[in-house]
């Protein structure tokens, strides 16, 4: 599954100039339909999730990149990850530096890259800085020679083609969430790890009260 690697504004003179709310509205809930049932059978098929989970229930550290738009993939992976594995750090956000990472790379140490088109500079010059330093790299991406192909230890490569002027997110979550659940399942401790934040979460009342009974 590889992605046309077009700019948003090419995108939007193909896709979406000219075109009544309507007509955009159907096109792109055909091809969403589409992306869908391709992405699915994709992920029937190939082993590269599994690969990918595999080596993170593996790793002592796990640490996850991302910019741009790509950092909100990360930052989602990373949530889902943390609820049930320990050692899980997200890059990008402002909260840790890629430089401390960089200069503290252990074995067992792994980053998961998410890195689609248009390939950010930051995203291909740190995680290819932490894949030389010796540290395991699990890439995202959208197409089977980006510039962190040649790196990775593994690679998902997901497709994210859209009616719209930006591409579609479909696909990559739908990839997301399989590895994180399939990460989370393979984790021993994961189970007392997520009733122990459940039970956190209800004493320090992290989460509003809901009141189910009929209005």
């Known amino acids: 599954m590889t992605t046309h690697r077009s700019t948003p504004s090419e995108r939007f003179d193909r896709n979406v ?60 992976l ?19 530096r890629a430089l401390d990472v960089l200069s503290d790379i252990r074995q067992g140490d792994l980053m998961v890259a998410v890195s689609m088109s248009r390939y950010r500079r930051e995203t291909v010059e740190v995680a290819g800085a932490y894949a030389r330093r010796g540290g395991d790299l699990v890439l995202i991406t959208d197409a089977d020679d980006t510039p962190l192909s040649h790196l990775a230890t593994t690679s998902i490569v997901i497709g994210a083609d859209s009616a719209s002027y930006a591409n579609s997110p479909t696909s990559v979550v739908l990839a997301l969430h399989l590895l994180a659940t399939l990460t989370i399942a393979s984790s021993k401790g994961a189970g007392r790890r997520l009733r122990d934040r459940d039970a956190l979460a209800s004493e320090l009342r992290i989460y509003a009260e809901t009141d189910d009974r009929d209005q």
């Open 17 to 76: 100039q000219r075109r009544s709310a309507q007509v955009l509205k159907q096109r792109v809930l055909e091809q969403q339909r589409t992306e869908f049932e391709k992405a699915l059978a994709w992920a029937a098929e190939q082993d590269a999730i599994e690969r990918a989970a595999a080596l993170i229930v593996s790793a002592r550290r796990r640490h996850l990149l991302g910019y741009g738009k790509s950092l909100a993939y990360a930052s989602m």
């Open 78 to 96: 990373a949530t889902d990850l943390s609820a049930g594995l320990s050692g899980v750090q997200l890059i990008g956000d402002g909260s840790l």
